[in-house]
């Protein structure tokens, strides 16, 4: 599978490994995956803002997240981000583009 993933963390990039870069494809993919009423992923992007609210993207169409789910990404991308070299253990907003 052909991926290309971005990743910004409190507006920097992020270099991403292959090991990285697969690890985050395949944790998003298992989240969207479990969501209702979703495909394959062709273009997502998820972002956090400062306010830690969760958005995301689908293939062009906004797919609506409920509290608990909110709650499960942030939490997940939050300890996802902790160990990556270069970014602030203090992430206050959060962009991942993924392509495939």
Known sequence: MTRKIDLSVNDKTVDLDYFVSGYLDHVTGGI??????TG???KL???M???GDVRMRLNGA??????????II???FLGMMAPLKGVDK???KLEMNIER
Request: aromatic residues 6%.
């Open 32 to 37: 969207v995956a479990s969501l209702h009423d």
């Open 40 to 42: 394959e992923i062709k």
């Open 45 to 47: 992007q998820l972002t």
């Open 49 to 51: 803002d400062e306010k």
């Open 62 to 71: 906004e797919v609506p997240l409920n509290y608990f789910t909110v709650e």
């Open 74 to 76: 942030r939490s997940t």
């Open 90 to 92: 203090d992430v206050k």
